[in-house]
């Protein structure tokens, strides 16, 4: 299972103060020395932590490992995306007044929308991903968009207590394992941690974890090598004992 580390909150740090530090781009190439196999950052309308320069500045540093951009499916988004030649687009929502992204991209409101949306990103060689709430309709829509890959929103077992986190999992579970035999790639992201990662990273249709806050939280305290260390190896545990 891969582990594609979000490096947004590195950014959200320097922007606290409208400084140089901590750098996003150092962050990432530490990721990578410590099991990151891809980058992760969200370009948001606001600019509210990673800057366009940030973008260009990774595209032009990292080579080793793939850039995931995630964006909202907007004109200006888009032509940034294709500008820079990202490896993937991830497309998400977006609203001004959230702290962070509380839900999947309603894909089939908007299908005819992200169907041309797709089409041209596809047609300029960068793969693209949807973002989407664990739910068989959103993910029959996402694969008449001709999307790669679906991202599942894992924030409501993120946030379930009791009896209901099971319930989330295996929403989850069910969703990855349809969105498989259909023929998408899946993803899964979202207020993950250490506490609550391995049985995400158990369900085997799941080929990638995209995880940015609880890294860069816990790198306060242990440093961003460790902390990304950290999580790779708990992702990894877990997938061994899943295919024992």
């Given at each position: 299972?891969?582990?594609?580390?979000?490096?947004?909150?590195?950014?959200?740090?320097?922007?606290?103060?409208?400084?140089?530090?901590?750098?996003?781009?150092?962050?990432?190439?530490?990721?990578?020395?410590?099991?990151?196999?891809?980058?992760?950052?969200?370009?948001?309308?606001?600019?509210?932590?990673?800057?366009?320069?940030?973008?260009?500045?990774?595209?032009?540093?990292?080579?080793?490992?793939?850039?995931?951009?995630?964006?909202?499916?907007?004109?200006e988004m888009k032509n940034i995306a294709i500008d820079v030649k990202v490896d993937r687009v991830t497309l998400v929502p977006e609203k001004r007044q959230e702290i962070t992204t509380e839900g999947g991209l309603d894909v089939i409101s908007t299908l005819d929308y992200l169907r041309s949306f797709v089409k041209e990103l596809k047609n300029n060689g960068i793969k693209v991903s949807l973002f989407i709430d664990p739910e068989k309709d959103q993910i029959d829509a996402s694969l008449?968009?001709?999307?790669?890959?679906?991202?599942?929103?894992?924030?409501?077992?993120?946030?379930?207590?009791?009896?209901?986190?099971?319930?989330?999992?295996?929403?989850?579970?069910?969703?990855?394992?349809?969105?498989?035999?259909?023929?998408?790639?899946?993803?899964?992201?979202?207020?993950?941690?250490?506490?609550?990662?391995?049985?995400?990273?158990?369900?085997?249709?799941?080929?990638?974890?995209?995880?940015?806050?609880?890294?860069?939280?816990?790198?306060?305290?242990?440093?961003?090598?460790?902390?990304?260390?950290?999580?790779?190896?708990?992702?990894?545990?877990?997938?061994?004992?899943?295919?024992?």
């Amino acid at each position: 299972m891969k582990l594609g580390v979000n490096i947004d909150h590195i950014a959200t740090i320097r922007e606290a103060r409208k400084t140089y530090e901590p750098d996003p781009i150092n962050g990432a190439i530490i990721a990578i020395k410590n099991g990151a196999d891809q980058i992760t950052l969200h370009l948001r309308e606001d600019r509210r932590h990673i800057q366009d320069e940030d973008l260009l500045r990774l595209k032009a540093t990292i080579k080793e490992v793939p850039i995931n951009l995630e964006m909202a499916p907007t004109e200006e988004m888009k032509n940034i995306a294709i500008d820079v030649k990202v490896d993937r687009v991830t497309l998400v929502p977006e609203k001004r007044q959230e702290i962070t992204t509380e839900g999947g991209l309603d894909v089939i409101s908007t299908l005819d929308y992200l169907r041309s949306f797709v089409k041209e990103l596809k047609n300029n060689g960068i793969k693209v991903s949807l973002f989407i709430d664990p739910e068989k309709d959103q993910i029959d829509a996402s694969l008449e968009t001709g999307a790669d890959a679906v991202e599942l929103h894992t924030g409501e077992y993120a946030n379930a207590y009791g009896e209901n986190i099971l319930k989330e999992l295996k929403r989850l579970q069910d969703a990855a394992i349809y969105a498989k035999e259909k023929g998408l790639s899946v993803f899964a992201g979202h207020g993950l941690t250490y506490e609550n990662v391995q049985p995400i990273a158990q369900i085997l249709e799941i080929e990638e974890l995209n995880i940015g806050h609880s890294i860069i939280a816990n790198s306060v305290f242990l440093g961003l090598d460790k902390a990304v260390e950290k999580m790779k190896r708990l992702i990894l545990e877990a997938r061994l004992r899943c295919v024992e």
